[in-house]
C-alpha cells in the first residue's frame, strides 16, 4: 500500500511515516484497554506483587488474560469488517470492480514503474529521472549487497522495536516488580509520546534527509540501552533511569523502520521484491528474535537491556558497512552516472513489472 501511494506522490517520507505513525496510536492505546484485566494469578502465594490480593480463584471459566484477548480480538475483527466495506465501497465507485479480486484489493496490475499516473511512459521516465537520484538496479550484485546489508540491519531495529511493544510489561511487572498501574502507564506514556515525535517527523520527513533522520535515531536508541543497562548496576535512582531509557527510545522508534525503507528508496529502486524483503524481515524478528528475547530474559532480567544494546550497536555496524560500501560503489566508478539511465529503460519494464 505504501508502495502505491509513494510512486504516486513526491511526499514518500510523510506517507510511509504516517503509517507508522497511527500504527502507534494503537500501541499507545492497548494497555490501558487490557489492564483491568492484567495482574491476576490463580495461585498467589508463588507471586510477589500486593496486587494479587484480590485476584480470582483458578477456579472453571474465563480468565481475566483470556479475556483480554478476546475484547482486543473484537476490536480487530470491528476494524477488519469496516475497512473490507470501505474497500468495496471504495470500488464499487471506481473503475477497478471488473472481478472480484479487483472490487476486494483495487487491483492495479501494472503499476510497478509509473510515478505519475495518467502520464505518458516517456513523460513519467523524466519525472523519474528528475525527482530521484541516480539508483542501483535491486538485481544487479552491487545492488543485492545493498538490499542484503539494508534488510538485516532493518530486521536488528525490528527486533528492538518488537521487544519494547511485546516485552517491555513483562520486564518491568515481573522481572522489575513494577506495580500493573506503573507498568501499563510508562507502556502508554511511552507510545504516547512516540506518537507525538513522530506527528513531528512526518511533515520534518519531507525535507529531512532520511541519512540525518537514522542518525538522530541510532543515538536515541544508543542511549536509551545504555541508560536501561546502566538501571540495573545502580542502587538508587534505577527506576528514574529505566523510565528514561524508554522514554528516550521513543525518538528514535518513532521513525525508524519506515526510515530505513525510504534509506533504501534513495540508493535502490524499490520493486515490489524488495519491500517483501522489508516485511519478512519485520516478521523474522518477531519469530527469530521475540522468542530468543523472552527464553533470556526468563534466565537472566540483564538479558532484557543487554540484547537491547546488542541489536542497536549490530544495525550501527552494518549502517557503517552500508554506506561505506555505497562510498567505494562512488569512488570506483560503479555507480550509475547522469550518462547512464537513471529510471529503468523502456525495455525493461516488462521484466520490473515482473519483478
Known amino acids: 500500500m505504501n508502495r502505491a501511494l509513494w510512486k504516486s ?15 502507534a496510536v494503537g500501541l499507545a492505546i492497548g494497555p ?27 477456579g472453571g471459566g474465563i480468565e481475566p488474560i483470556q479475556m483480554a484477548y478476546l475484547v482486543l480480538a473484537v476490536i480487530d475483527l470491528f476494524m477488519a469488517i469496516l475497512l473490507t466495506l470501505a474497500a468495496v465501497m471504495f470500488a464499487l465507485h471506481s473503475d477497478h470492480c471488473a472481478s472480484v479480486r479487483q472490487l476486494m484489493f483495487h487491483v492495479d496490475d501494472d503499476d510497478d514503474i509509473e510515478v505519475i499516473p495518467d502520464e505518458s511512459d516517456d513523460a513519467s521516465s523524466e519525472v523519474l529521472s528528475e525527482v530521484a537520484p541516480t539508483k542501483l538496479d535491486p538485481c544487479s550484485r552491487p545492488g543485492r549487497v545493498l538490499v542484503a ?38 507502556y502508554s506514556i511511552y507510545y504516547s509520546a512516540l506518537f507525538l515525535v513522530g506527528a513531528i ?9 532520511p541519512t540525518k533522520l537514522i542518525v538522530m535515531d541510532m543515538s536515541s ?33 518513532s521513525n525508524i523502520l519506515p526510515t530505513f525503507i525510504t534509506l533504501a528508496e534513495q540508493s535502490l529502486y524499490v520493486i515490489p521484491r524488495v519491500m517483501s524483503l522489508f516485511m519478512a524481515a519485520f516478521g523474522g524478528a518477531i519469530m527469530v528474535l521475540g522468542p530468543v528475547a523472552g527464553v533470556s530474559l526468563n534466565y537472566s532480567v540483564e538479558s532484557y537491556p543487554t540484547l537491547l544494546l546488542a541489536l542497536v550497536l549490530a544495525s550501527l555496524l552494518i549502517l557503517v558497512a552500508y554506506f561505506g560500501y555505497i562510498r567505494w560503489l562512488k569512488i570506483s566508478g560503479q555507480w550509475p552516472t547522469s550518462t547512464q539511465t537513471a529510471a529503468p529503460a523502456e525495455n525493461d519494464r516488462q521484466n520490473y513489472s515482473q519483478q
Request: aromatic fraction near 10%.
Open 9 to 23: 506522490s513526491p511526499y514518500i517520507g510523510p506517507i510511509i511515516q504516517m503509517t507508522n505513525l497511527v500504527f
Open 32 to 58: 490501558q484497554v487490557v489492564k483491568p484485566y492484567l495482574g491476576h494469578y490463580p495461585d498467589d502465594e508463588h507471586h510477589h506483587h500486593h496486587d494479587h490480593d484480590d485476584a480470582g480463584g483458578g
Open 149 to 186: 546489508l539494508i534488510v538485516v540491519a532493518f530486521m536488528m531495529v525490528a527486533g528492538q522495536c518488537l521487544m519494547f511493544a511485546c516485552l517491555l510489561y513483562t520486564y518491568l511487572y515481573e522481572y522489575l516488580h513494577w506495580s500493573v498501574d506503573a507498568s501499563t502507564r510508562l
Open 201 to 209: 517527523i512526518v511533515p520534518v520527513s519531507r525535507w529531512v534527509s
Open 221 to 253: 536508541l544508543l542511549l536509551s540501552s545504555v541508560l536501561m543497562f546502566t538501571a540495573l548496576r545502580v542502587e538508587s535512582g534505577s527506576d528514574i533511569l529505566t523510565a528514561t531509557g524508554v522514554m528516550v527510545s521513543a525518538v528514535g522508534d
